[in-house]
């Protein structure tokens, strides 16, 4: 039951690509997957921390939960959220999410997850 609460997400994912594969549902149920998979990648995928440390270039390897939060570190946490915002930390926030294959697939859910949304809308919107 463990490995089921840690990675709900990718089944999310599983049943996302299969609403879509079948053409058939209506867009609530693609919508709500869709916000699954993505709050999934945000803030509870299994990734690293990557917020910088003191060492110059260097990044936090410490285990954390989704892309936007950070390890047990509370700095590191107030530091992965804070890039978000800042225009010129936007590289070093994009650079941890491709640095590890957890972090790489938490991405790629939430791309899916997102384009996943906009599509159904905008299929939503030409079909009404």
Known sequence: ???????????ALLALIAVWWSGN??????????????????????AWCGAGTRKRGAFCRNNS???LLGCHIREH???????????????EF????????????AT????????????TGIKDFALS
Request: charged letters at 15%; zero cysteines; aromatic letters at 16%.
């Open 1 to 11: 039951m463990k490995i089921l609460r840690r990675y709900w997400g990718l089944l």
């Open 65 to 67: 939960y989704g892309l």
């Open 94 to 105: 994009s650079r941890g999410t491709w640095a590890t294959p957890a972090a790489r697939l």
């Open 25 to 46: 549902a209506g867009p609530e149920l693609l919508y709500f997957l869709s916000a699954g998979v993505v709050i999934w990648s945000l803030l509870q995928a299994p």
């Open 77 to 91: 946490r107030w530091q992965k959220f804070k890039l978000l915002f800042w225009n010129r930390r936007w590289a």
């Open 108 to 119: 790629v859910t939430g791309l899916v997850g997102t384009v996943s949304a906009i599509a």
